[in-house]
């Protein structure tokens, strides 16, 4: 059986390693935008996203895909929409692993925002803020054109070219808690904005604005339509159920 697992995450990596570790049942396909590195997973990578291949679709029939994974960032919703579309099409297997959402702790100065136009204009009376929230976009940069000094932080180059008052941090995670310390400490950041992504690999920089009473502005989640999984074992059942499954389906469908 051929899985496609929609990667780019560590939840991800962790999945298509976990599912290579149960045996010889999976053949792994695992996806990557590859805008920053190739993955190292016990499967084959495809790169680039699926436009080039045909789309979706065209993919999933081509390579015979028995069940999609999708373990995309929790704000990634394009590439979800639209493997959920193709596995009702093809009639195939589809769960979308996601993992906890940050909470806030004793200390913490959290301001939640349902889109990046409302977070960005309830920054502009600071003098010195720290962007988190991955890309953005043109017309969301003139939104803070005001503020003097903006630190975008990404892990890929920016796509658009940036106005004078912003400055590009390459990084990519796991961060550091000291490192993150340093980082705010050294460039007097006097607020942040950060989309509520979960996981260990950069909540650092939350624990370190909380210890220097540092507002965080945070963008809420997209809603996510049907079910998902918060927990990697909670998925690789499912996935477990769905594969005893079909050990009964073949014989059953030939029948007369």
Same mark, same amino acid.
């Given at each position: 059986?051929?899985?496609?697992?929609l990667?780019?995450?560590?939840?991800?990596?962790?999945?298509?390693?976990?599912? =290579?570790? $149960?045996?010889?049942?999976? !053949?792994?396909?695992?996806?990557?935008?590859?805008?920053?590195?190739?993955?190292?997973?016990?499967?084959?990578?495809?790169?680039?996203?699926?436009?080039?291949?045909?789309?979706?679709?065209?993919?999933?029939? $081509?390579?015979?895909?028995a $069940?999609?994974?999708?373990?995309? =960032?929790?704000?990634?919703?394009?590439?979800?929409?639209?493997?959920?579309?193709?596995?009702? @099409?093809?009639?195939?297997?589809? &769960?979308?692993?996601?993992?906890?959402?940050w909470?806030?702790?004793?200390?913490?100065?959290?301001?939640?925002?349902?889109?990046?136009?409302?977070?960005l204009?309830?920054?502009?009376?600071?003098?010195?803020?720290?962007?988190?929230?991955?890309?953005? +976009?043109?017309?969301?940069? /003139?939104?803070?054109?005001?503020?003097?000094?903006? &630190?975008?932080?990404?892990?890929?180059?920016?796509?658009? $070219?940036?106005? *004078?008052?912003? @400055? &590009?941090?390459?990084?990519?995670?796991?961060?550091?808690?000291?490192?993150?310390?340093?980082?705010?400490?050294?460039?007097?950041?006097?607020?942040?904005?950060?989309?509520? *992504?979960?996981?260990? /690999?950069? +909540?650092?920089?939350?624990?370190?604005?909380? !210890?220097?009473?540092?507002?965080?502005?945070?963008?809420?989640?997209?809603?996510?339509?049907?079910?998902?999984? /918060?927990?990697?074992?909670?998925?690789?059942?499912?996935v477990?159920?769905?594969? !005893?499954?079909?050990?009964?389906?073949?014989?059953?469908?030939?029948?007369p």
């Amino acid at each position: 059986m051929k899985l496609l697992i929609l990667g780019g995450t560590a939840d991800a990596r962790a999945i298509c390693t976990q599912l =290579h570790a $149960a045996g010889p049942h999976y !053949e792994l396909v695992y996806s990557v935008a590859g805008l920053v590195r190739q993955p190292q997973v016990p499967a084959t990578v495809v790169s680039g996203g699926f436009k080039q291949l045909g789309g979706l679709t065209h993919f999933c029939q $081509a390579q015979n895909i028995a $069940a999609i994974v999708d373990a995309t =960032h929790p704000y990634t919703t394009t590439m979800g929409n639209t493997a959920k579309a193709t596995s009702q @099409q093809l009639s195939i297997p589809y &769960w979308r692993f996601l993992r906890p959402a940050w909470q806030t702790s004793a200390g913490d100065q959290w301001r939640s925002f349902a889109n990046s136009q409302q977070l960005l204009t309830a920054m502009q009376g600071y003098q010195r803020i720290l962007l988190t929230l991955g890309q953005v +976009s043109r017309d969301n940069l /003139a939104i803070v054109q005001q503020v003097p000094q903006v &630190w975008l932080r990404t892990a890929a180059k920016p796509s658009i $070219a940036l106005p *004078s008052n912003v @400055q &590009w941090i390459k990084a990519i995670g796991p961060f550091d808690l000291a490192d993150e310390r340093t980082l705010l400490a050294t460039h007097q950041i006097q607020a942040m904005a950060s989309k509520n *992504s979960g996981g260990q /690999a950069t +909540s650092p920089k939350l624990t370190a604005a909380r !210890e220097q009473d540092i507002p965080v502005y945070m963008l809420q989640r997209p809603q996510q339509a049907g079910t998902t999984y /918060a927990h990697i074992e909670h998925l690789l059942r499912q996935v477990q159920i769905w594969q !005893e499954t079909l050990k009964v389906t073949p014989m059953t469908l030939i029948a007369p």
